[in-house]
């Protein structure tokens, strides 16, 4: 129903809608009367140019947010919407914080709402943006996640130890997911996880199904247009921009991935293979953090699939902890441990920025090449060429884990803080000291090389640690464990890796290290390997 009167000019009440908050059930949304409240969305300058952006990222965000906008409108609700235009001398204000106070004295609404947004800062900002105005800042839950804050802080209260594999069963029980009547796990099992990590064999993962690409429409090629010109040297791509960015075209890409790809994700999840980053990954991630797509639905779709037997259950299992599971234990950590969790450095990193092919891809390491250009050209890169390629790499060189915490959210589709902060400052860098991860996640180049093909397409030879043909993931992973091997003396799961350190010669460990420490100095300055 379309409803035809506009709230008066000073709104009841102003209902603060984030880029990251395109959830037309969201509670804040729910309580909203058109008659009487109004909505306030903004594309800011600042928020694009915090970090250097992928150029497809900034198009993502802003065609999500328009279509957003314009669904709002079409059914009632009054709109207040900032709109970044190719001539930046047409912008207003600054920061999201000057944006709104401008419009808090324009509009003067008897009460200010959001729903608690993604990133701790915004939040503060926002709260800041409230009391400046004599207003106070309502906080409405995110009901798009399946765990709140509270409950969340609720598990971990008198924990010695913070597991994934223990929140994630708490999670199944509590909302009755891959159970059976007896409420036990389907299966037998909580995890398969020991079932997902095949590699392709030489055979390689045969034919791959397409990923739904979405024409631009009108909306969509006008953000290409503005993002083309106003932001020409970013990052990235926008060359064959065809992402989701409406509820519908959401629920198509999900559909695809359970009747395509779902019945062959879970052997191979781990997998890697030259020139090919999407395989049978769903490239859900990105939607499901503008929630374009709801999470029970996601569940409910895999879970269905798997209980018809269109997949199997190690496919299924494995998906849904991604969801279930995973997603909303990072979630859980960063709110229970921000702000102080954004400083953690638990390996005393220097502020030792991310390596230049970070930026360009131009290095002769084959994975490494790979992966960046998927996130040059995409906005993306599968879990396994995040976290144990550049991920580990980074980890290996002694990236500052904010340094790299900064890179991931300037280069990837899916990235907002709540996410980005705990996989990539905990999980890949073991910057939190074991909050999110129990050991550091590190290897040589012999894992990458049996995860896939790329080794065989290298100049480097991934069990070879000195020489001209020294894999540098491999002496650099030797070097690693030798700098912090007093700390990670301490971690009970890398025992087995230190004793085979400590079985190194003398002689060999300072060749080494000593190369390790070039290579280091050389990145440093800019050059490639």
């Not at 970013?234 to 779902?262: C, D, H, M, Y």
């Not at 879970?303 to 259950?313: D, F, H």
């Not at 040059?376 to 990236?399: C, D, E, N, S, T």
Request: net charge negative; with cysteine.
């Amino acid at each position: 129903m379309t409803l035809s009167r506009t709230p008066p000019d000073a709104p009841d009440t102003l209902l603060i809608v984030l880029g990251d908050q395109l959830d037309r059930r969201a509670d804040a949304l729910d309580a909203l009367d058109p008659r009487r409240d109004a909505i306030w969305m903004a594309e800011v300058e600042h928020e694009i140019s915090r970090v250097p952006s992928h150029k497809r990222r900034i198009a993502l965000f802003l065609s999500a947010m328009r279509h957003f906008k314009n669904d709002l409108q079409a059914t009632g609700f009054t709109v207040h919407y900032h709109e970044l235009h190719i001539d930046a001398s047409t912008d207003r204000g600054g920061t999201f914080g000057e944006v709104l106070a401008a419009d808090l004295t324009r509009l003067k609404p008897k009460r200010l709402m959001v729903t608690r947004p993604g990133d701790w800062r915004v939040l503060r900002d926002l709260e800041e943006t409230a009391v400046s105005a004599g207003l106070v800042l309502e906080i409405v839950e995110d009901a798009h996640f399946m765990c709140e804050p509270a409950t969340f802080d609720n598990w971990i209260a008198g924990r010695r130890r913070i597991l994934l594999e223990d929140f994630y069963r708490f999670m199944r029980k509590r909302h009755r997911v891959l159970l059976g009547d007896d409420d036990q796990p389907l299966g037998g099992a909580w995890n398969f996880d020991a079932d997902n990590r095949a590699s392709f064999g030489r055979e390689g993962p045969g034919p791959l199904p397409t990923v739904p690409r979405f024409a631009p429409d009108e909306t969509t090629a006008g953000v290409l247009d503005l993002v083309a010109a106003r932001w020409p040297t970013n990052p990235g791509e926008l060359e064959g921009f065809a992402e989701p960015v409406t509820p519908k075209q959401a629920r198509t890409a999900l559909a695809t991935f359970i009747s395509e790809r779902l019945e062959k994700f879970g052997d191979a999840q781990d997998a890697l293979w030259q020139g090919e980053s999407e395989l049978f990954h769903s490239r859900l991630s990105a939607i499901l953090n503008l929630k374009l797509l709801d999470p029970r639905e996601v569940i409910a779709a895999a879970e269905t699939a798997g209980r018809q037997s269109r997949a199997p259950l190690n496919a299924v299992e494995g998906f849904i902890r991604q969801i279930i599971g995973w997603r909303e234990f990072v979630r859980g950590v960063y709110w229970h441990f921000m702000p102080s969790y954004a400083d953690l450095n638990a390996l005393s990193c220097d502020d030792r920025d991310v390596p230049k092919f970070f930026w360009d891809a131009d290095t002769d390491m084959a994975c490494v090449a790979d992966a960046m250009r998927s996130v040059l050209k995409l906005g993306y890169a599968h879990h396994i060429q995040r976290l144990m390629v550049l991920g580990l790499f980074a980890q290996l060189v002694g990236v500052h884990p904010y340094r790299f915490h900064e890179w991931h959210m300037a280069l990837y589709l899916d990235a907002v803080d709540w996410a980005s902060l705990p996989n990539t400052l905990g999980m890949s860098q073991f910057g939190d000291g074991g909050i999110v991860g129990t050991k550091p996640y590190c290897a040589t180049g012999k894992y990458i090389d049996r995860q896939g093909n790329h080794c065989a397409n290298c100049r480097y030879a991934p069990d070879v640690a000195t020489g001209p043909k020294a894999c540098p993931f491999t002496t650099l992973y030797w070097d690693f464990l030798a700098r912090h091997r007093e700390q990670l003396g301490e971690i009970h799961r890398m025992g087995f890796q230190l004793r085979n350190l400590d079985r190194k010669k003398p002689q060999e460990l300072a060749q080494i290290r000593s190369e390790a420490g070039q290579l280091r100095e050389r990145l440093l300055r800019g050059e490639k390997c």
